[in-house]
């Protein structure tokens, strides 16, 4: 079974331009979630969505959006870059939204320069 | 916030000892997960116990929980180097919050063969 899959791997941009991150689920998960671990630190919740709906986000500015696709997969798309953006962005899938136990996928370093 | 918090930061033991780690947070929640992080193979999901539970195993982990002291703890029994990695707890908010998960910094164990 694949597990989950996140591309690309590295990213780099510039102060200001737009990000945009992808996710495969595990075939057969509804919930995807989105998490940013900045460098030697815990991850931090910033969205899970569930049957091609947002249902929940993190304490994050609006400029971190995204949205789930009918096969499941998902996009996190970063407006307006900061240096602080500067990160590595793990996607997760569930199987189901009771389902607690996530998957998580290699992650996508994004670099702000 | 809810951010669950691990204790000790880092911990260095020899293969074949015991290692033990914590994680406080701060309000009620319905689950607690582990989480381990290495280089090699991502994060993984350890073990899941839910606020109605105390104690939980599986294979050489054992989690305990104390919902009184909103605590709880993770024994790795006779460790391996295979077990050197950064192990997180991940608690919900509880009630309706379910699927919104905050994961703390993290304790990096260091087991020495």
New interface residues.
């Given amino acids: 079974e694949a597990g989950v899959t996140q591309s690309p791997t590295h990213l780099i941009k510039t102060r200001g331009q737009q990000a945009t991150l992808r996710c495969s689920p595990i075939s057969g998960h509804t919930?995807v979630?989105w998490?940013q671990q900045a460098l030697?630190?815990?991850?931090?919740?910033l969205l899970?969505y569930?049957e091609g709906e947002e249902?929940?986000r993190?304490?994050f500015p609006p400029r971190f959006s995204g949205r789930q696709f009918p096969n499941y997969s998902s996009e996190l798309n970063v407006n307006a870059l900061e240096l602080e953006d500067s990160a590595l962005y793990?996607c997760?899938s569930s199987l189901e939204?009771?389902s607690?136990?996530?998957?998580?996928?290699?992650?996508t370093r994004l670099t702000v320069t | 916030?809810q951010?669950g918090e691990e204790d000790p930061q880092a911990l260095s033991i020899q293969e074949g000892e015991n290692a033990t780690m914590n994680c406080s947070y701060k309000t009620s929640i319905n689950?607690l997960?582990w989480?381990r992080q290495n280089s090699g193979r991502?994060?993984?999901?350890l073990i899941?116990i839910r606020s109605n539970e105390r104690e939980k195993h599986s294979g050489r982990l054992r989690v305990t929980l104390d919902t009184s002291k909103k605590s709880s703890s993770l024994l790795i029994t006779a460790s391996r180097a295979a077990d050197t990695a950064s192990y997180?707890c991940?608690t919900?908010e509880g009630g309706n919050?379910?699927?919104?998960?905050?994961?703390?910094?993290?304790t990096k164990l260091n087991v020495k063969p």
């Fill in positions: 919930s979630y998490y030697g630190l815990g991850l931090q919740f899970w569930d249902r929940n993190g304490n793990l997760a939204t009771r607690y136990e996530q998957y998580f996928g290699p992650g | 916030s951010q689950n997960q989480y991502g994060l993984v999901h899941l997180f991940a919900d919050n379910f699927n919104k998960f905050y994961f703390g910094s993290g």
